[in-house]
């Protein structure tokens, strides 16, 4: 048996990553094809927020980056990515694909769970503030405690700074 070393294991192992450009709207169908072919697909979709029917906000999840998503396969798996729906191309160097590196994956999915974490942060103030005025309170949700030093914004002290001894809910 040929020893291999480890670097070499790990990338037969589970393939390269390379990026492909993807028909509109056709992402989240190339994603399952790819995947039911037994390859790694990842498109990175962040929160965004989209007005709808009468005036009202909304949010969706839409691709990270636009027509582009994340294929992790061998070279010669590569007549499957491009048999899949909704798949355009390779990109790459001289009409031949070119693998992108592990980190460069990392940091795609430091920024989608960042985007996703702050949406679910701002979900949650929402609910607390909608709560707040179901009981008759303003809705104004603080991210302050006693004994913080606070700027005051707004009247004849804006400017100023003050030590906070307790939140008054003015309705």
């Known amino acids: 048996a040929d020893l291999v070393s480890e670097p070499d294991r790990r990338r037969t192992t589970i393939g390269n990553w390379y990026v492909v450009s993807i028909e509109h709207q056709r992402g989240t169908l190339a994603k399952g094809e790819i995947g039911s072919r037994g390859m790694v697909a990842y498109l990175p979709v962040v929160p965004q927020s989209e007005r709808h029917g009468r005036g009202r906000d909304r949010v969706v999840w839409r691709p990270m980056l636009g027509l582009y998503m994340f294929i992790r396969c061998f070279p010669e798996q590569w007549p499957l990515v491009m048999a899949a729906r909704g798949v355009r191309r390779f990109i790459g160097r001289n009409g031949r694909p070119e693998p992108i590196d592990h980190q460069s994956i990392d940091v795609v999915r430091l920024v989608e769970a960042e985007r996703a974490e702050t949406e679910r942060q701002r979900a949650a103030l929402e609910e607390a503030a909608a709560k707040a005025r179901e009981n008759g309170r ?34």
Do not use: C, Q
Not at 140 to 157: L, Q, S, T, Y
């Open 138 to 171: 303003s809705g104004i949700v603080w991210h302050f405690a006693e004994g913080e030093r606070v700027r005051i914004k707004n009247g004849p002290f804006a400017g100023f700074y003050a030590e906070l001894t307790a939140a008054v809910d003015v309705h």
